[in-house]
């Protein structure tokens, strides 16, 4: 990673800290460190934001950051409720106030007589 | 039956039987403006005491028919009006006007002297609507004008822009009808009668040629009115139905309906000659 900049070497940092790097990739990235005290000190902070936001989840001890995972099924049902919720306010909505002729009440634009 | 209700039902059948007792129907269509309220129309329908006065309305987005009976009872008058309102609620997909229709009916009870305020357009409309929106004040009166029994109508229009209208509803009691047969090129003389409807049938003859033809005819009420509007409005107040038959035969020739507008309708008879009627109100008398 000759011509690698100093934008995708942070980007290597957050990868190398979540796991993801291959071997190779990571003597790469150890190499670059060695020389760059820039991203060495990027890597530290990094590290110490990733051992905060550790602690506050309680877990101080962890390898590696856990990302907040969707499961399917929980996708799935929050889809369901809000194309049910959808459908049910789309029909109240339409029986409320949809269609023509819309306005006041019935009996408010009918001819009334008065005796004076 | 105590004495006040005896009395009343006297007055109220005194003036259902009145001689020459007319009911006129006086109106004004007025318009709010900044200043002093506008007429736009006034007219008076009359006839007898059982005249209806019908009434229009239009306006680009609303129309309002109104037929408004009388029912006298002593020093008091009951109106029921029978209201047939179409608005313009908007327009359909392919961009024709879609109209909501309306049907109902209203009953206020007055003195002979009292002015009633007829709302066609409601009430309770909003400020900008109802700057604009006009008002029917109805006065009846009644009086005595002996052997008139035909029904008047006096209109002014002063707004010529606006589409207003009133006309009498008389049920005729009776009828002038004249009679011919045709065959060919050849009409025997006029017939004319004087029938009452739903009286007992009469024997005409009919000389045609020479040859005489000799039918019964009795003067019916048509069938109800199959639309609601017809029968809310009463548009067929002034029609009649002659029927025909031969003597001694009770299935009827056929049956003759029509206003009575001295239009002559035609009804074939097995002789092979036609029989025309001609309906007209009646003489007066």
Redesign the interface.
Known sequence: MADTTHEQWLAQIDAELDGELSLVERAALAKHLATCGHCAGARASHLEVRVALARSAGNPHAFVLTRPAIRAGTLALWLVVALAAGLVGGWFASHRWGGPGGGGTLEDTRGTIVVQ | MGPLSFSSVLLMIAALQGPGTRLTYRIRVIEPAAVTPRILASGAVSGPLDSDMRLTLRTDTAE?E?LFQVTAFGDTVT?A?E?L?R?L???SRRGLP?W?E?T?R?????TWS?????????????PAVARRAPWVE?ILERHFAGGEARAGEQFELRDSTRDLSIEAVVRPRRARIILNLVRGDTVSGPRPMDLVLEEPARVVQLVLKGRPTTLVVSLTRPDPARSARARALALDADIVCLRVSQPAVLQPLGTICGRLNNIARQLPLPTGDTLAATFAWPGPR
């Open positions: 309002v109104a109106v009006g209201f309102t608005r609620v908007g327009q879609l909501e309306d109902y209203r009953l206020v009870r007055m009292d002015t009633a305020r007829i709302y066609p357009f409601g009430t309770s409309l909003a109805l």
